[in-house]
């Protein structure tokens, strides 16, 4: 596989960010986006990778860590080092915690279904995990604070309705590399910004194994494709090749349905999100 | 304007709630309170300061008439200082206009419909809005001065048009989300404004004050970063971040005069010739084949 010239780079400069800045906005934002819809407390699922110890970081800054309630949610085949992460950032913020086992009700359930593979079994678990979340944001009255960054949405590397499931998310704008930027500069432990990324629903199961190529390649290829629109034959002037390039593009085209609301019969004059449009923040 | 000749201009940079009209114009007062306790003589507040800016579906239910009794309510706010504000604005032909009205000592001066409705990327104005079709300039205490709204100053001609009006004041009341993150301490939509509205002042000899919006709507963020420049191009008062923020800053109006002695673009300027090229274009245009 070839590739731009800056993979040998720590990151690929046009990705490089600010994260003062970046930090700033998305501290307000969540302040914002809680606080007027009538909230004070966000709730999220903390697994101990570097996307929800960033979640949690930015939400504590601006909610204080009294406002955060961290739910720690092992499946008994996750890796205990996830959970040792997880209560290791709860500790350090002082944030709220829950921990609950999901093996009893995902096993019971799989019971009946013994022969269901590896993926079925992930997505159970992801979508376990989201109506824990919404209970307990029911119960505690918190937002659930989404924690999918930019290269997951696009490539589909998540559950709809499981992990993809949040009222607000501060992360979903940023590629996998510039989380590690912005997480490694507000102060998440360093052993959890470089551990390899992974989806922990078995142990050993890695993010770039599964995907077949590196983060830092793939933010790359979407910087041009996704935020300049560059096209194929551009892209492999750069560098791609074009089997990565068609197998990026074709994986952001199928997982489109992911990103949007179930699509709605037209009959009506008006009819949701088509020609009845209201922004979420109506009167707030 | 000061007896001295100086004039304090105020930039309201708040966070308008969304659809509330109501909670708006109680904020406009009590901002307009601050302004005037400050000694200003000016105060402008941002694009759609009594609306918010995503509005989408809600601009029917959000809009003003210019018969309807809350503009006796906006003019009052101007007795003690001139007001600039955004509104939606409604004509009798059921047309929507993104708005930006000028009151004086309890008057309506001045109406500026935005022309240059942006409908890419993250905006979608021409969905729901009508575009205005005029720039005009109009005479207020202290000079001649021009209104442009946000998206209108992205197109030199509106700003170079004011300008041959003789204007010393261009007023640019905007709701800016910022995006674009590079190492740059500032987004990449605060350094094309500051690019822009500095280029502006300093080729037109004018006063230019930039009034920008704070907070989130549906997670874009407004940037602030309001400012007033000197008709050198100088930033005389800049508020950096995008907090709430009254930016105060005194104008020496003299200076627009000896900015046109020292660098006479105006006086040199070809209007005839601009004119007569830009006819050509046209005419040009017109007679390709297909």
Same mark, same amino acid.
């Given at each position: 596989?070839?590739?731009?010239?800056?993979?040998?780079?720590?990151?690929?400069?046009?990705?490089?960010?600010?994260?003062?800045?970046?930090?700033?906005?998305?501290?307000?934002?969540?302040?914002?986006?809680?606080?007027?819809?009538?909230?004070?407390?966000?709730? $999220?699922?903390?697994?101990?990778?570097?996307?929800?110890? $960033?979640?949690?970081?930015?939400?504590?800054?601006?909610?204080?860590?009294?406002?955060?309630?961290?739910?720690?949610?092992?499946?008994?085949?996750?890796?205990?080092?996830? +959970?040792?992460?997880?209560?290791?950032?709860?500790?350090?913020?002082?944030?709220?915690?829950?921990?609950?086992?999901?093996?009893?009700?995902? &096993?019971?359930?799989?019971?009946?279904?013994?022969?269901?593979?590896?993926?079925?079994?992930?997505?159970?678990?992801?979508?376990?995990?989201?109506?824990?979340?919404?209970?307990?944001?029911?119960?505690?009255?918190?937002?659930?604070?989404?924690? #999918?960054?930019?290269?997951?949405? $696009?490539?589909?590397?998540?559950?709809?309705?499981?992990?993809?499931?949040?009222?607000?998310?501060?992360?979903?704008?940023?590629?996998?590399?510039?989380?590690?930027?912005?997480?490694?500069?507000?102060?998440?432990?360093?052993? =959890?910004?470089?551990?390899?990324?992974?989806?922990?629903?078995?142990?050993?199961?890695?993010?770039?194994?599964?995907?077949?190529?590196?983060?830092?390649?793939?933010?790359?290829?979407?910087?041009?494709?996704?935020?300049?629109?560059?096209?194929? !034959?551009?892209?492999?002037?750069?560098?791609?090749?074009?089997?990565?390039?068609?197998?990026? =593009? +074709?994986?952001?085209? *199928?997982?489109?349905?992911?990103?949007? $609301?179930?699509?709605?019969?037209?009959?009506?004059?008006?009819? =949701? *999100?088509?020609?009845?449009?209201?922004?979420?923040?109506?009167?707030? | 304007?000061?007896?001295?000749?100086?004039?304090?201009?105020?930039?309201?940079?708040?966070?308008?709630?969304?659809?509330?009209?109501?909670?708006?114009?109680?904020?406009?007062?009590?901002?307009?309170?601050?302004?005037?306790?400050?000694?200003?003589?000016?105060?402008?507040?941002?694009?759609?300061?009594?609306?918010?800016?995503?509005?989408?579906?809600?601009?029917?239910?959000?809009?003003?008439?210019?018969?309807?009794?809350?503009?006796?309510? /906006?003019?009052?706010?101007?007795?003690?200082?001139?007001?600039?504000?955004?509104?939606?604005?409604?004509?009798? &032909?059921?047309?929507?206009?993104?708005?930006?009205?000028?009151?004086?000592?309890?008057?309506?001066?001045?109406?500026?419909?935005?022309?240059?409705?942006?409908?890419?990327?993250?905006?979608?104005?021409?969905?729901?809005?009508?575009?205005?079709?005029?720039?005009?300039?109009?005479?207020?205490?202290?000079?001649?001065?021009?209104?442009?709204?946000?998206?209108?100053?992205?197109? %030199?001609?509106?700003?170079?048009? %004011?300008?041959?009006?003789?204007? &010393?004041?261009?007023?640019?009341?905007?709701?800016?989300?910022?995006?674009?993150?590079?190492? &740059?301490?500032?987004?990449?939509?605060?350094?094309?404004?500051?690019?822009?509205?500095?280029?502006?002042?300093?080729?037109?000899?004018?006063?230019?004050?930039?009034?920008?919006?704070?907070?989130?709507?549906?997670?874009?963020?407004?940037?602030?970063?309001?400012?007033?420049?000197?008709?050198?191009?100088?930033?005389?008062?800049?508020?950096?971040?995008? !907090?709430?923020?009254?930016?105060?800053? #005194?104008?020496?109006?003299?200076?627009?005069? +000896?900015?046109?002695?020292?660098?006479?673009?105006?006086?040199?300027?070809?209007?005839? /010739?601009?004119?007569?090229?830009?006819?050509?274009?046209?005419?040009?245009?017109?007679?390709?084949?297909?």
């Amino acid at each position: 596989m070839s590739a731009p010239a800056s993979l040998s780079e720590p990151v690929f400069p046009p990705l490089a960010i600010h994260p003062e800045l970046v930090k700033r906005i998305l501290v307000g934002f969540i302040r914002n986006e809680v606080r007027k819809v009538g909230f004070e407390r966000v709730v $999220l699922g903390l697994s101990g990778g570097v996307d929800s110890s $960033l979640v949690a970081t930015l939400a504590t800054e601006a909610l204080g860590p009294r406002n955060v309630l961290a739910v720690v949610m092992p499946y008994r085949t996750s890796d205990p080092k996830s +959970r040792n992460d997880a209560l290791q950032v709860v500790q350090q913020l002082g944030i709220e915690q829950l921990e609950i086992d999901i093996s009893p009700q995902i &096993d019971a359930y799989f019971e009946r279904f013994p022969a269901a593979d590896q993926k079925r079994r992930g997505n159970k678990m992801a979508r376990e995990r989201m109506t824990i979340l919404y209970d307990q944001s029911f119960a505690s009255r918190g937002l659930v604070i989404g924690t #999918s960054n930019k290269t997951e949405l $696009l490539l589909g590397y998540g559950t709809i309705y499981g992990d993809m499931a949040s009222a607000i998310n501060p992360i979903g704008d940023l590629y996998k590399t510039q989380v590690w930027q912005l997480a490694d500069a507000a102060g998440v432990p360093t052993a =959890i910004v470089q551990k390899a990324p992974s989806a922990d629903l078995w142990a050993g199961q890695s993010d770039e194994t599964e995907l077949g190529f590196q983060y830092r390649m793939i933010d790359q290829l979407l910087y041009y494709l996704v935020d300049h629109r560059y096209s194929i !034959d551009e892209l492999k002037r750069l560098g791609f090749a074009e089997a990565f390039v068609e197998d990026i =593009i +074709r994986r952001v085209r *199928d997982n489109q349905y992911k990103r949007r $609301l179930p699509v709605i019969a037209k009959l009506s004059s008006r009819t =949701i *999100d088509r020609d009845f449009r209201y922004p979420r923040d109506w009167g707030h | 304007m000061n007896a001295d000749g100086r004039l304090t201009v105020g930039l309201a940079q708040i966070d308008p709630a969304l659809g509330d009209r109501d909670r708006n114009l109680e904020r406009h007062r009590e901002w307009v309170g601050q302004a005037t306790a400050a000694g200003a003589n000016l105060l402008v507040f941002p694009e759609l300061s009594l609306t918010g800016y995503f509005l989408k579906d809600l601009v029917p239910d959000s809009a003003i008439r210019l018969d309807d009794p809350i503009m006796g309510e /906006l003019a009052g706010l101007s007795t003690k200082l001139d007001v600039v504000l955004g509104a939606v604005v409604e004509d009798p &032909d059921h047309r929507y206009f993104n708005a930006s009205l000028y009151f004086s000592h309890g008057e309506l001066v001045h109406l500026h419909r935005k022309v240059y409705l942006p409908t890419y990327g993250m905006f979608d104005e021409q969905r729901y809005f009508a575009p205005g079709d005029r720039f005009r300039s109009f005479k207020t205490g202290f000079g001649r001065t021009g209104i442009l709204v946000c998206e209108d100053i992205w197109h %030199l001609s509106s700003a170079y048009i %004011l300008s041959l009006e003789g204007v &010393d004041m261009i007023i640019c009341p905007s709701s800016s989300p910022g995006r674009g993150i590079t190492t &740059d301490e500032r987004l990449g939509t605060a350094e094309s404004y500051n690019l822009v509205c500095r280029t502006y002042a300093q080729f037109l000899t004018t006063f230019f004050l930039y009034c920008n919006r704070v907070g989130f709507e549906d997670g874009a963020n407004f940037w602030g970063g309001s400012m007033v420049i000197g008709p050198n191009g100088d930033i005389i008062a800049q508020q950096e971040d995008a !907090d709430e923020a009254l930016v105060l800053a #005194s104008l020496d109006l003299a200076q627009v005069r +000896r900015e046109r002695l020292a660098n006479p673009l105006l006086r040199d300027e070809r209007l005839e /010739l601009t004119i007569n090229e830009l006819r050509r274009v046209l005419h040009e245009r017109t007679r390709k084949p297909f």
